[in-house]
Each structure stands twice: as structure tokens, then as C-alpha cells.
T-cell receptor, first 111, second 116 residues
Framework: SQQGEEDPQALSIQEGENATMNCSYKTSINNLQWYRQNSGRGLVHLILIRSNEREKHSGRLRVTLDTSKKSSSLLITASRAADTASYFCATALSGTYKYIFGTGTRLKVLA | GAVVSQHPSWVICKSGTSVKIECRSLDFQATTMFWYRQFPKQSLMLMATSNEGSKATYEQGVEKDKFLINHASLTLSTLTVTSAHPEDSSFYIC????????????FGPGTRLTVL
């Protein structure tokens, strides 16, 4: 079964609003990454957060990680129509190089 | 970042034929590559781990005789879908492990397979 569960499954917001997506996972991890995927395209790496980090920023992105709750969140501030995409978290299981992807959140930003 | 390519980007084939998909790391060597499959509106599912010079490791439920993986060099892994059927139609994505402190993986752009 997949490692990560994301919620919400789908999110529709107005341009300029913030979007928050959550990811939960089941076992110990080395790190957690967030990816974006436009429809029918490959993955774009957004941000990596290590298991000993709690928060990370990159431009309009803010990622948090709570290893005690086995959860992470991705916040996109001041969203734009171009942010419309599917967002996935991926976790690297401790002791392995394998990345397991979450179920994904489909974000739609309305202009 | 490092670049991973896939070829072809899309392929349409008849049921019963075999299709080979290539995954190349263009500017780094990768002893380990991964193959994922993604059905429409679903997430990526790890199919197998491709190890240079040794047999691939398949995830539970993935038929190794159906999905042949060859990792003959440090920059190339191939996935061959044998005797393809319409249910094999999917988006196949590879990634290459670049190593380093984060064991970062770089993903290819994907190959869309349609089996008629």
C-alpha cells in the first residue's frame, strides 16, 4: 500500500488565496519531498525536508514536518492560476532509497 | 539539477506486442534507478528498483516476467513491457538516484503507453 495519504484530495481556491495540503505517512523516514505534476507531465521537485527539520521555506512555499505525528504540510501562499496542478508528497523510508508517493492533492486555482 | 531523460515520450502499440522504454541519466552516473507507473488521476506506484549489474527488485504484485528491467550501464535502464495489453496502458516514470547526503532522486519526464 502507499506510504502517504494526502488531504484534501482536491482543492479549489481563488487566485491570491493560500492553499494548504497535508500528508501523513506510516513509518520512520529519512526525508520527505514535495512534488508538483501538471496534467500528463513529469514531476517537478519543489522542496525536500529532512527528518530532523521542522520547517522549510522556498519562495511562496512553506513546508512543515512533524515526525511525532508522522505528518507534513505544504502551504502555497498568494496562489496563482499557474499553481494549478497535482501535488504529491514522497517519503524515503529509513534505511532505503525507495520513495513512496502519497495519494496526491489536485489543486485548482481560479483566476 | 541533474537531468534524466526517457525515450520515447509516448508510444501506441497493438495488444500482444512488446514495448521498450529507456531511462537515461544524462550528466551523472546512477547505480540505482526506479520505475513507477501512474494511472490517470492516481498517484505514482513504485514498480521496481533497477540496480546496475544485477537483477531488479520488484515490488509486491508486479510481475517480473511481464515487466523486464535491464540496467546494463551506469546511465541507462530499460523497462520492457512484454505482451502488452490495454490494461498496461499507463504513464511510466523513471527516476535515477544521484546519491549525496539526501539520496536525491531525479525524475524523467515520463512515457505514456497506450495499448490498443
Amino acid at each position: 500500500s502507499q506510504q502517504g495519504e494526502e488531504d484534501p484530495q482536491a482543492l479549489s481556491i481563488q487566485e491570491g488565496e493560500n492553499a494548504t495540503m497535508n500528508c501523513s505517512y506510516k513509518t520512520s523516514i529519512n526525508n520527505l519531498q514535495w512534488y508538483r505534476q501538471n496534467s500528463g507531465r513529469g514531476l517537478v521537485h519543489l522542496i525536500l525536508i529532512r527528518s530532523n527539520e521542522r520547517e522549510k521555506h522556498s519562495g511562496r512555499l512553506r513546508v512543515t514536518l512533524d515526525t511525532s505525528k508522522k505528518s507534513s504540510s505544504l502551504l502555497i501562499t498568494a496562489s496563482r492560476a499557474a499553481d494549478t496542478a497535482s501535488y504529491f508528497c514522497a517519503t524515503a523510508l529509513s534505511g532505503t532509497y525507495k520513495y513512496i508517493f502519497g495519494t496526491g492533492t489536485r489543486l485548482k486555482v481560479l483566476a | 539539477g541533474a537531468v534524466v531523460s526517457q525515450h520515447p515520450s509516448w508510444v501506441i502499440c497493438k495488444s500482444g506486442t512488446s514495448v521498450k522504454i529507456e531511462c537515461r541519466s544524462l550528466d551523472f552516473q546512477a547505480t540505482t534507478m526506479f520505475w513507477y507507473r501512474q494511472f490517470p488521476k492516481q498517484s505514482l506506484m513504485l514498480m521496481a528498483t533497477s540496480n546496475e549489474g544485477s537483477k531488479a527488485t520488484y515490488e509486491q504484485g508486479v510481475e517480473k516476467d511481464k515487466f523486464l528491467i535491464n540496467h546494463a550501464s551506469l546511465t541507462l535502464s530499460t523497462l520492457t513491457v512484454t505482451s502488452a495489453h490495454p490494461e498496461d496502458s499507463s504513464f511510466y516514470i523513471c527516476s535515477a538516484l544521484a546519491g549525496g547526503p539526501n539520496n536525491e532522486q531525479f525524475f524523467g519526464p515520463g512515457t505514456r503507453l497506450t495499448v490498443l
